[in-house]
Nanobody
Framework: QVQLVESGGGSVQTGGSLRLSCEIA?????????VAWFRQAPGKEREAVAG????????TYADFARGRFFIDRDNARNAVSLKLNNLGPEDAAMYYC????????????????????WGQGTQVTVSS
């Protein structure tokens, strides 16, 4: 059983920053799970944002996130965070974390269909 709880969303102005957190509760060590962040805005498709391997040594980003967003994890705290910088209105969405056991390679980190466990999401709003 895996439960994911996101936090850290909120409302910021254009150019602002937020740090999202995903807390992992699992019968397996959190270090057993790959974790990714996805987002979905109203009327739009869900899209991958960033993903990180179980140990944290491998990670990847969607093109729009690279250089602005940063994913990391603290397995001792069972948490994965996503720092969002230089936010714009296009970044407004519900952000979800997802987890899966194991690591299927960097190329699989951003594939939503490979993730079995999902959180409820945390809302990010960006005002101009």
């Amino acid at each position: 059983q895996v439960q994911l709880v996101e936090s850290g969303g909120g409302s910021v102005q254009t150019g602002g920053s937020l740090r999202l957190s995903c807390e992992i509760a699992s019968t397996y060590p959190s270090s057993s799970h790959s974790v990714a962040w996805f987002r979905q805005a109203p009327g739009k498709e869900r899209e991958a944002v960033a993903g990180i391997s179980p140990g944290g040594s491998s990670y990847t980003y969607a093109d729009f996130a690279r250089g602005r967003f940063f994913i990391d994890r603290d397995n001792a705290r069972n948490a994965v965070s996503l720092k969002l910088n230089n936010l714009g209105p296009e970044d407004a969405a519900m952000y979800y974390c997802a987890a899966k056991l194991g690591f299927g390679g960097v190329s699989s980190l951003l594939l939503p269909d490979t993730y079995k466990h999902w959180g409820q999401g945390t809302q990010v709003t960006v005002s101009s």
